[in-house]
């Protein structure tokens, strides 16, 4: 059984939406609120090898916004160096993933005693692991309440709405959604934020608007979210 009070999994409406930022921005505002915190990022493409071996700039984020240490392998445990879907990678490299593996690794992180725990996705929901795997099972295994992290732009509307059907397919609970700001020239945002809020069952746990520079930072993104929306349920 996990030590681990409260999980969830940090899932996106596609690549580059802002999952890992968001994320860590929840890391960091459990941080302040005192709270104990980890995170897993399962499977990562686009690695730089270093004298440590594969390292990903996300998973690397994720274990600086933690509170609990573990070691790199913990935190990701399939480090992929080509930057593409990452059961292309890993074919392109000799190598296979496998769902039951990564299921084995994350209870076994999960097994460390936290307030909270996150557990990253990589690209959107149905992400393949295999010809006949993909990524959204790993939250289904382990009952996993979903966060979903719109990147806010043109299409968005399609793309949440889509990932949301199939969260609750899955049998799985949209425990919150982030409207992260990713094209600060988006037309009518305030319209697509409201239908995007009476559409889901579930509470916003913020709206990041477009950071630059300095801005860009846990810190300052988890001052836009609401752990305690995520953490009273």
């Not at 990253?120 to 009952?143: K, M």
């Not at 609970?173 to 945002?189: K, Y």
């Not at 009476?198 to 860009?216: D, H, I």
């Amino acid at each position: 059984m996990s030590q681990v009070k409260q999980s969830f999994f940090v899932t996106g409406t596609d690549t580059d939406v802002g999952k890992t930022l968001v994320a860590a921005g929840l890391l960091a505002a459990a941080r302040q609120e005192g709270l104990k915190t980890l995170a897993i990022k399962p499977v990562a493409a686009g690695c730089e090898e270093t004298e440590e071996g594969f390292r990903n700039d996300d998973a690397l984020l994720l274990k600086a916004q933690m509170t609990e240490t573990m070691s790199y392998e913990a935190v990701n445990p399939v480090a992929l160096a080509p930057a593409i879907a990452p059961h292309i990678a890993a074919q392109q490299l000799g190598q296979s993933l496998s769902l039951s593996a990564l299921i084995k690794h994350c209870q076994t992180v999960l097994q460390t005693p936290a307030d909270l725990a996150l557990i990253e996705g990589a690209g959107g929901w149905r992400l393949p692991l295999n010809d006949q795997e993909y990524l959204s099972g790993l939250p289904q295994a382990l009952t996993m309440p979903v966060i979903l992290v719109v990147g806010m732009k043109l299409g968005c509307l399609n793309h949440a709405l889509l990932t949301a059907e199939a969260i609750a397919r899955d049998g799985l609970t949209l425990a919150g959604w982030v409207a992260n700001c990713v094209d600060e020239n988006m037309s009518c945002f305030d319209d697509n934020l409201k239908t995007l809020q009476q559409a889901f069952n579930a509470p916003l746990l913020g709206v990041v608007p477009v950071l630059q520079g300095k801005f860009v930072t846990p810190d300052v993104v988890g001052t836009y979210l609401s752990v305690d929306l995520l953490c009273q349920q």
